[in-house]
């Protein structure tokens, strides 16, 4: 991808190259930020809803409503809510900046490689 946009600039290619190699890099970005921007949405409402769980269990005066909520809460403990891609890659904030750090690595490369055949 960012091969192409350099290999478009030495070229001289036109407008519309260049517009459709943006366009499909914008395209990338967006499926790699969206999931991690939601899965932490969700993380965070998660954890509101324990926050109000252990409030509930607080003023609540019934036993068995509170060991239902303790029992719910020690299950969500257990079964934590984390998406991951393969189930190696943990899908999080994180996830862009990695990414992003791997492009810039690889694009180092190829500029140092281009240089040797020069």
């Known amino acids: 991808m960012v091969w192409l ?5 030495k070229n001289g290619a036109n407008l519309i190259s260049y517009l459709t190699e943006c366009t ?5 970005i967006f499926r790699i930020f969206v999931p991690s921007i939601l899965t932490e ?4 409402k998660v954890d509101s809803i324990k926050l ?8 609540e005066e019934d036993e068995t409503k509170n060991n239902r909520i303790a029992r719910f809460l020690r299950y ?5 809510l984390q998406h991951k891609v393969w189930r190696v890659i943990p899908v999080d904030l994180q996830l862009p900046l990695t990414v992003f750090s791997m492009c810039i690595t690889y694009l180092i490369v190829i500029v140092q490689f281009t240089h040797l055949y020069d």
């Not at 949405?41 to 965070?44: N, Q, V």
């Not at 109000?52 to 003023?59: R, S, T």
């Not at 969500?76 to 934590?80: I, N, Q, T």
Request: charged share 15%; glycine share 0%; with cysteine.
């Open 24 to 28: 499909y890099c914008l395209h990338i």
């Open 76 to 80: 969500m403990e257990v079964r934590r």
């Open 5 to 9: 946009l350099l290999f478009y600039v």
């Open 52 to 59: 109000a769980l252990h409030y509930n269990m607080l003023d």
């Open 41 to 44: 949405i969700t993380a965070a």
